[in-house]
Each structure stands twice: as structure tokens, then as C-alpha cells.
């Protein structure tokens, strides 16, 4: 019985002591959360081709292909009709023209 009220006593003051925690973590968020909502959102590229002088990027991301140019750091999207599936993303060997499928 002894032991019975001692767990009791030991649960219940497990209980109020962490009952602060819990409620000052509800209110102030942690510095690690700030700074990780505060971050842009990384977006998944599914495919890259680098062209071979070395100066654009073509990516896809959410089935959009976009043309980067690394010099200037600008770059534009290109847009297909319909509702493709974009991929097989590559460069000419001369880096003047791009294909895909």
C-alpha cells in the first residue's frame, strides 16, 4: 500500500511538473521552428541537363521545363499545350537547342 501511494504520488508529480513544458511550448514556438518556417520551400527537380559550353540549365519541376542561364542568373519558363508529361530532358551538342520528350 506504501508502494501503491508512492507511484501514485511520483505519477502525479510527473504530471504537474510537466504540465508548464507542455503549455509554454505551445506558446513559444522554438527558435529551430522559426528559422525552419521562415526558409523558402525546396522544390523537387525531376530531371537537369546541363548544356555542354557549360553556360544554361534545363530543369523540370512540377512538369514545368525551365531554361536557366548561369552567367546572368535569369531564366524563363517553356510552355507546352496540352497536359504533357515532360522528360528526356538534353542539350545539342552545340548548346543552341534543347529537346525533350
Given at each position: ?63 514545368a ?12 519558363s517553356i ?11 538534353a ?11
Amino acid at each position: 500500500m506504501i508502494l501503491h501511494a508512492r507511484l501514485l504520488s511520483f505519477g502525479l508529480l510527473c504530471a504537474v511538473t510537466s504540465l508548464p513544458v507542455a503549455i509554454s511550448a505551445q506558446i513559444a514556438p522554438s527558435r529551430a521552428a522559426s528559422v525552419i518556417d521562415s526558409m523558402p520551400r525546396a522544390k523537387r527537380i525531376d530531371q537537369a541537363a546541363i548544356s555542354p559550353d557549360g553556360t544554361h540549365v534545363a530543369y523540370i519541376v512540377d512538369g514545368a521545363l525551365t531554361v536557366a542561364s548561369l552567367p546572368d542568373n535569369s531564366s524563363h519558363s517553356i510552355t507546352v499545350e496540352g497536359n504533357l508529361e515532360l522528360r528526356s530532358v538534353a542539350w545539342s551538342a552545340d548548346s543552341k537547342q534543347l529537346t525533350f520528350l
